[in-house]
């Protein structure tokens, strides 16, 4: 249980124009997802907290005009990259978090990412 | 500044010998997560450590939670060249919240 799928895996577009991804929690209902952004040879950087009805909440330092999300259902939440530009490519992984065990706390699960290229 | 630093940043290691890895933090979080990820792939969960003195072992790898330290460590058995990975520590960035801060990742390279 608990599979997140992303979609598409990567995708290339040219400068300006805009790139939808969808992040969905296959087997669980998740009220919240993260959307994330990995550089080559780096760490994850947290990009913004997907919330499911209401708006997200996006890092210090992320363009919420640029990087638009929206958590439409209990299942699904898209990160829109508008205008794309070529220093926005990078490796985008979404995460779903499900409470887990008797303690209750909540874990995230990750999504295969996707890889976007813009030329 | 919230900082989660690992130690070291790359390790290349013969096959068969043991290592650990380090992963200290400055969140006030109890919890720590340890991923593996794959050139090209994403995050594969290898350990859930939720309390001070937790102690995991899967296979070749066994991991640690000093809390009280900030500490945890990820301590490999034997290495084989199948371990070859990047491997993040993660934490919470504040008790009681769900949001992770990502270490710096470990870069490990294992050696026939």
């Known amino acids: 249980g608990a599979v997140v799928s992303q979609h598409p895996s990567w995708v290339i577009c040219k400068s300006g124009t805009s790139v939808k991804i969808e992040c969905r929690s296959l087997?669980?209902?998740?009220?919240?997802m993260f959307w994330y952004r990995q550089f080559p040879k780096q760490s994850l950087m947290l990009m913004a907290t997907?919330?499911?009805?209401?708006?997200?909440?996006?890092e210090q330092g992320v363009e919420k005009d640029k990087f638009l999300i929206n958590h439409a259902s209990l299942t699904l939440s898209t990160l829109t990259v508008t205008s794309a530009h070529p220093e926005d490519s990078s490796f985008y992984i979404c995460?779903?978090?499900?409470?887990?065990?008797?303690?209750?706390?909540?874990?995230?699960?990750f999504g295969p990412g996707t890889r976007l290229t813009v030329t | 500044e919230l900082k989660v630093e690992q130690n070291p940043l790359f390790l290349s290691m013969q096959e068969g010998k043991n290592y650990t890895i380090y992963c200290n933090y400055s969140t006030t979080s109890d919890r720590l997560y340890w991923y593996r990820q794959d050139p090209g792939k994403s995050l594969e969960s290898l350990f859930v450590?939720?309390?001070?003195?937790a102690v995991k072992q899967e296979g070749r790898l066994m991991a640690s939670l000093d809390t009280k330290a900030r500490l945890s460590t990820l301590h490999i058995t034997a290495a084989v060249h199948d371990l070859s990975a990047t491997y993040f520590c993660?934490?919470?960035?504040?008790?009681?919240?769900?949001?992770?801060?990502f270490g710096t990742g470990t870069r490990l390279k294992v050696l026939a």
């Open positions: 450590l939720l309390s001070n003195g």
């Open positions: 995460s779903a978090s499900r409470p887990r065990g008797a303690s209750g706390y909540y874990e995230q699960y």
């Open positions: 997907s919330n499911e009805g209401s708006k997200a909440t996006y």
């Open positions: 993660a934490v919470d960035r504040a008790l009681g919240t769900y949001k992770y801060i």
């Open positions: 087997d669980f209902q998740a009220t919240t």
